[in-house]
């Protein structure tokens, strides 16, 4: 069975578009409704920015999304996915994919979601680190001991078997970061992120976007959609409204969602938008499926 899965912030690069841009008709018709949506020409910033541009959170998440959707429109009625995930902002881009959200909604909601979380990062400053070689539960130990000591750290993303990101406040994590190395981990290293996303620092910006969710139509999608909060598949589109308001403070359970879409049938995974870091995760879940990009 065909799955297509969709990448989220830190995928990024200069120039990502602009080859679908120049050659297709339906993506420069995209691209172009994208920049009277957002009020601003995102798409010379994506094709021909500068890197710290396109760090900028309120640039990056649309410019992802963007380069994740038109990428999969782009392939027509033979490449229609049976099941679909996203890690993360990659949600957004696999519901307008699946049909449940509408391109111009999907995208207007992510940029609420950029603002709102941008904010949370001035309000709540926080970072998150990459912890490799040590088990979910010997990262969840830690980040216990950590929290109990009144600091707040928890584990945000389960990208793969080995492979856990941490969020929280600055002296959470790197205090977190310290006891993980005596505890084995091969590397323990913070990340370049604006913010603790996927940690309670986030509540302000889910308070915020769950209003914009609230006042968004959703509908039932075409295909599963195996979302982040638990790693199941969902059609019911209040569901669905419900596990995506939660997602900004809730862990990404990225393993779960490939290993029950791999349980339910999924064979052939594309990676649809910029970047490969979810093949390479996939491949370390399960070595017997294909993974592979659009490109």
């Known amino acids: 069975m065909k799955a297509f899965v969709f990448p989220g912030q830190g995928s990024q690069f200069v ?50 999304f963007l380069h994740s959707v038109i990428s999969a429109l782009c392939l027509g009625e033979d490449a229609k ?25 999907g995208l207007r909601l992510v940029s609420a979601r950029a603002n709102a979380m941008q904010k949370a ?23 216990k001991e950590v929290s109990n000591g009144g600091k707040v750290v928890v584990a945000a ?9 941490i969020s929280g406040d600055n002296d959470g994590i790197l205090e977190a970061c310290d006891k993980l190395k005596a505890a084995g981990a091969k590397r323990a290293l913070p990340l370049k992120v604006g913010g603790a996303f996927h940690s309670p620092l986030m509540q302000p910006a889910k308070d915020e976007l769950q209003k914009a969710i609230e006042g968004t139509a959703i509908v039932a999608p075409k295909c599963p959609v195996y979302q982040n909060v638990d790693g199941k ?4 589109a209040a569901e669905i409204k419900q596990n995506l308001i939660a997602q900004l403070t809730s862990s990404v359970r990225w393993t779960s969602s490939v290993q029950n879409m791999i349980a339910d049938g999924a064979d052939d995974f594309t990676e649809c938008g910029p970047g490969k870091a979810l093949q390479g995760m996939i491949a370390r879940i399960d070595k017997n499926v294909s993974a592979h990009s659009i490109d």
């Open 121 to 143: 990062c001035e309000a709540n400053p926080g970072t998150m680190a990459a912890i490799i070689g040590l088990s979910d539960e010997q990262v969840e130990t830690v980040c």
């Open 157 to 165: 993303n389960y990208n793969c078997p080995g492979q856990l990101v």
């Open 233 to 236: 598949p969902h059609t019911d």
């Open 15 to 64: 120039g990502m578009g602009k080859d679908l841009y120049d050659n297709n008709a339906l993506a420069k018709k995209l691209f172009d409704q994208a920049d009277e949506i957002l009020g601003f020409k995102i798409t010379d910033i994506m094709f021909a920015g500068t890197d710290d541009q396109l760090k900028e959170t309120r640039v990056t998440q649309p410019a992802v």
């Open 81 to 105: 996915p049976e099941m679909v995930a996203g890690h993360s902002l990659g949600e957004f881009s696999a519901l307008v994919v699946a049909g449940a959200l509408s391109f111009e909604d």
